[in-house]
T-cell receptor, first 115, second 109 residues
Framework: DTAVSQTPKYLVTQMGNDKSIKCEQN?????MYWYKQDSKKFLKIMFS???????INETVPNRFSPKSPDKAHLNLHINSLELGDSAVYFC??????????????FGPGTRLLVL | DQQVKQNSPSLSVQEGRISILNCDYT??????FLWYKKYPAEGPTFLIS?????DKNEDGRFTVFLNKSAKHLSLHIVPSQPGDSAVYFC????????FGTGTSLTVIP
């Protein structure tokens, strides 16, 4: 009954590889997000999708590509992984991105380590 | 350009006493503020929020205060309990969310 789930929970990979992180929410929310928490614990938004459409795309390398097959899923694909990509990646969802109460609900995080 | 700052990385409080966590922000366009609690190896969980039209919101042991003129937000937990030990993030929202770097609270039994 997890509201926002992410897989895998841990990901250890070599530089240069391509990997994907999956996210699913069963809350019926319209908006989903990807955040990166770096070694300084700074939680920063990467992408936001509302009803399968990209609405926020912060300055991230184009090696990162979000894919939303439906509004309950937002996957993150990363090409040519680099050491600096090592971080914890959190998926989140909220009901309304354009106004009103917009509390975000977070997944448990995916700990990515690039060697 | 960190728009939300939590200048205290850690805080220790005795059980039963008040915990006060502070947060400062720079963007006067923020209209909604939230506090999240995070345990190790878990995602942040929503704790309490406040709209910019209010200066106080209370939920049980948790109270959030907003001082718009000072661009300052605080979370009061009273009485503090050992189970409150976690990292607390404040967040502010206009078009998107901005998070602080968190304050690790330890409540000593």
């Amino acid at each position: 009954d997890t509201a926002v789930s992410q897989t895998p929970k841990y990901l250890v990979t070599q530089m240069g590889n391509d990997k994907s992180i999956k996210c699913e929410q069963n809350l019926g929310h319209d908006t989903m997000y990807w955040y990166k928490q770096d070694s300084k614990k700074f939680l920063k938004i990467m992408f936001s999708y509302n009803n399968k459409e990209l609405i926020i795309n912060e300055t991230v390398p184009n090696r990162f590509s979000p894919k939303s097959p439906d509004k309950a899923h937002l996957n993150l694909h990363i090409n040519s992984l680099e050491l600096g990509d090592s971080a914890v990646y959190f998926c989140a969802s909220s009901q309304d991105a354009s106004g009103g109460v917009k509390t975000q609900y977070f997944g448990p995080g995916t700990r990515l380590l690039v060697l | 350009d960190q728009q939300v700052k939590q200048n205290s990385p850690s805080l220790s409080v005795q059980e039963g006493r008040i915990s006060i966590l502070n947060c400062d922000y720079t963007n006067s366009m923020f209209d909604y503020f939230l506090w999240y609690k995070k345990y190790p190896a878990e995602g942040p969980t929503f704790l309490i929020s406040i709209s910019s039209i209010k200066d106080k919101n209370e939920d049980g042991r948790f109270t959030v205060f907003l001082n718009k003129s000072a661009k300052h937000l605080s979370l009061h937990i009273v009485p503090s309990q050992p189970g409150d030990s976690a990292v607390y993030f404040c967040a502010a929202s206009a078009y998107q969310f901005y998070f602080g770097t968190g304050t690790s609270l330890t409540v000593i039994p």
